[in-house]
């Protein structure tokens, strides 16, 4: 795309970054062009991604002004170390994500995301290049390429892109998933003779897990970059969502914990019922240590704790019930026996009371019992 060169800003007095681009004799439309995209990188601001400060031409070459970063590129790393640990790998994919996010959120696509534009700086931050410019060398109405021509490199380049789709945020996520797997295991995920057949390799032929070819990662990181790598732009998660899933832990693959068990307190019981309210179930002793393991309930497993629990109170009522029909016999038995005491003594009385006719006579003098005098 150009040659960059360190330069000199004469009026604030920095050292700076001057890309000078490939295209020459470019045309006022082209220039109009480059003069909206430099405009647009400017606006960009974030800690991960290379300032624009200013653009113009020299010589009918068009060139950007940039922050200048002192360090190195991931692909000078790489010739240095081969590759990168798991840890520093996570850190890198993390910070680039966050700068692409930033980017994506302005609407702005990269669409040459490789290890040659990633630069990490002096205290090991990274730094993302060349925003806006791919997508101004890209377009035929700039002049600079050939009609039909792609911008990018085959080996990190989005199967929809090989396609000659448009670029968009997923084909920046999926150059990164390329990046970050190069990253771990020396080399990238698709690699063939000819640039051609390499493009083939991403549309058709599914990546291989970094684990099954001996890389010590996580199952959840491992499984995390093949869903960068997916073949379809939606299946691919967000810049923002792999930023914020590389700041965390998950790519250790560490279970996260299970959230602290708190029973829920007794309903309070009024005074006058107290005497009368069953036992509360016994709860954690008040000097229980903090981290004592909990026991959780599947939902069929508490359905069937609440039929057991209503089992006792089933038995109860049967029983009170058995023991009512026991009861009926001997109260209907106590009942007979009276009725039977009243009907005798009532007969009783009516047999053996003396005649009411023999006690008194109408017109004579009382009767009585004892000898007659001669």
């Not at 997916?230 to 810049?239: F, G």
């Amino acid at each position: 795309m150009g040659e960059v060169w360190r330069a000199t800003d004469e009026v604030l007095g920095r050292a700076v970054a001057v890309k000078l681009l490939l295209g020459e004799h470019a045309d006022e439309s082209a220039t109009a062009r480059f003069r909206l995209e430099a405009q647009t990188a400017a606006r960009l601001s974030h800690p991960h991604l290379v300032a624009v400060f200013d653009f113009g031409s020299w010589e009918d070459r068009l060139f950007l002004v940039m922050e200048l970063v002192e360090g190195r590129s991931l692909a000078d790393l790489l010739l240095a170390q081969e590759r990168l640990g798991p840890e520093q790998v996570a850190r890198i994919a993390g910070q680039a994500a966050a700068g692409l996010a930033a980017a994506h959120r302005q609407g702005i696509v990269h669409r040459d995301i490789k290890p040659g534009n990633l630069m990490l700086d002096a205290e090991g931050s990274v730094k993302i290049g060349d925003f806006g410019i791919a997508q101004f060398v890209d377009d035929p109405s700039a002049a600079l390429t050939t009609t039909g021509h792609i911008v990018g490199t085959s080996l990190y380049l989005a199967p929809e892109r090989a396609l000659g789709r448009t670029a968009g945020a997923a084909s920046d996520m999926y150059s990164l998933g390329c990046v970050i797997y190069q990253l771990l295991l020396g080399q990238p995920p698709f690699r063939s003779d000819t640039a051609t057949a390499t493009l083939y390799q991403h549309v058709d032929t599914p990546p291989t897990p970094l684990r099954q070819r001996g890389v010590d990662v996580s199952a959840a990181f491992d499984s995390y970059l093949l869903g960068l790598l997916a073949k379809q732009p939606e299946e691919r998660p967000t810049a923002q969502q792999v930023a914020d899933w590389f700041h965390g832990e998950a790519w250790r693959g560490q279970a996260e914990p299970l959230p602290l068990h708190r029973p829920a307190p007794a309903p309070a019981v009024p005074a006058s019922r107290a005497t009368h309210a069953a036992p509360a179930a016994p709860g954690p002793r008040a000097g229980a240590e903090p981290n004592t393991p909990t026991t959780y309930r599947l939902p069929q497993a508490a359905g069937h704790g609440r039929r057991a629990a209503a089992r006792p109170k089933n038995a109860r009522r049967r029983r009170s019930t058995r023991e009512a029909i026991r009861r009926r016999p001997r109260v209907a038995s106590a009942i007979a026996g009276t009725i039977a005491f009243l009907a005798a003594v009532y007969l009783g009385m009516s047999l053996f009371s003396p005649d009411s006719s023999s006690a008194t006579t109408p017109d004579g003098p009382t009767a009585t019992s004892g000898p007659q005098s001669p």
